[in-house]
């Protein structure tokens, strides 16, 4: 399978258009209120630490990726079996990106065109893209990073500018202490969408040189932590913890209350753009870790004859998963994180770590 290159830069842009994807469509679980903005940075802490631990795996295994590195560290006979467990976990979330960003184009801007059009123009786009290369989806995040944070920042501007936001809504800060802001990060915070990024581990090889994987992705999470600190912040300002936890999109929302002057109002566009740039990129990325790690798990010489196939396969998933969204929504929540991506992205590669970390020391 030949080997692409992606610069520092490139996957830096990919790294914080991932965790910005679905992340700024939702008003989170909200368990800490007013203080989610506090919660946010302690799960970014969290997330730091789990860099940490996979950027380890990769210093330990270089020109690897996950898929690879399993069944090194714990053998074929387990190594295997959950390298697909990880494959179709990649599968499932791509699955569910594609939904969110199904429902939320479906319910904004498209509401007379079937869902199943969004999706499935969505779904060609990816593959198309990805049909490319790494290469070139490195390219791409690195030219669209720009575009959906200054977007962003712009939606901000215009939102304080039109004096819709109420800072008292962020008081008072630690009204109960630290046990909600901990009840906010584990699980939820800490896996979606920091946690996630073991996904990247994917990507690792790619990166040139790779022994630079720890930094970029130290420094991703940290800049994507801040961005989401302070995103959260201003959808506090705006809404107020209880009514943010009831809004479906809130930043969708928010932007779309801009009136300046009945002169700059109608920013809906706005907000679609920058979270579609961002639910493009978690979709891509979950997408080639599916097709990348099923080429390697079966030995075979590239993946993109498997970009159509299991194109389709999530196009399907991304129906099947839930029969509407609140349903999807509270199994995203309430199933799928705490039983599901938890021990996929935080217990079994801290065991991977240990266990690798030992076999290092003793010279197996």
């Known amino acids: 399978m030949a080997q692409e290159k992606i610069s520092g830069w490139q996957l830096f842009s990919m790294i914080i258009l991932f965790e910005i994807g679905t992340t700024v469509l939702f008003g989170l679980g909200m368990e800490a209120k007013q203080d989610e903005w506090l919660a946010i940075l302690a799960a970014m802490l969290g997330g730091l630490a789990l860099m940490r631990v996979y950027s380890k795996l990769c210093e330990y295994y270089p020109n690897r990726t996950l898929v690879q590195i399993i069944p090194e560290i714990v053998g074929k006979w387990i190594g295997y079996p959950l390298s697909l467990v990880y494959i179709l976990n990649f599968a499932y979330e791509s699955s569910r990106v594609l939904r969110d960003f199904g429902e939320l184009i479906a319910q904004t801007i498209l509401i007379e065109t079937p869902i199943l059009v969004v999706m499935a123009g969505f779904m060609l786009g990816i593959i198309y893209c990805l049909r490319g290369g790494v290469e070139v989806f490195g390219r791409l995040g690195e030219i669209l990073f720009p575009v959906a944070f200054i977007a962003l920042v712009t939606g901000w501007i215009l939102i304080l500018t039109s004096q819709i936001h109420h800072f008292e809504y962020m008081e008072p800060v630690f009204e109960k202490g630290g046990q909600p802001i901990l009840k906010a990060v584990f699980p939820f915070l800490l896996?979606?969408?920091?946690?996630?990024?073991?996904?990247?581990?994917?990507?690792?090889?790619?990166?040139?040189?790779?022994?630079?994987?720890?930094?970029?992705?130290?420094?991703?999470?940290?800049?994507?932590?801040?961005?989401?600190?302070?995103?959260?912040?201003?959808?506090?300002?705006?809404?107020?913890?209880?009514?943010?936890?009831?809004?479906?999109?809130?930043?969708?929302?928010?932007?779309?209350?801009?009136?300046?002057?009945?002169?700059?109002?109608?920013?809906?566009?706005?907000?679609?753009?920058?979270?579609?740039?961002?639910?493009?990129?978690?979709?891509?990325?979950?997408?080639?870790?599916?097709?990348?790690?099923?080429?390697?798990?079966?030995?075979?010489?590239?993946?993109?004859?498997?970009?159509?196939?299991w194109g389709t396969i999530i196009l399907a998933m991304s129906f099947i998963i839930a029969s509407n969204y609140t349903q999807h929504i509270y199994i995203g929540w309430k199933i799928s994180i705490p039983y599901i991506f938890f021990p996929l992205y935080i217990v079994i590669p801290i065991l991977l770590w240990i266990i690798a970390a030992i076999r290092k020391m003793v010279g197996a």
Request: proline residues 4%; charged residues 10%; hydrophobic residues 55%.
């Open 191 to 309: 896996v979606f969408p920091f946690g996630q990024t073991l996904l990247f581990m994917m990507f690792a090889k790619n990166l040139n040189p790779h022994s630079r994987f720890r930094k970029v992705g130290m420094v991703g999470i940290l800049a994507s932590g801040i961005i989401l600190s302070l995103n959260m912040l201003g959808l506090i300002s705006t809404f107020g913890s209880l009514v943010l936890k009831e809004t479906e999109f809130p930043l969708y929302t928010a932007i779309g209350m801009v009136d300046l002057g009945d002169f700059i109002m109608n920013l809906d566009a706005l907000a679609i753009l920058m979270m579609v740039l961002g639910g493009f990129f978690k979709l891509g990325a979950f997408m080639y870790g599916t097709v990348l790690g099923t080429a390697q798990l079966f030995k075979l010489e590239s993946y993109h004859p498997l970009l159509i196939p």
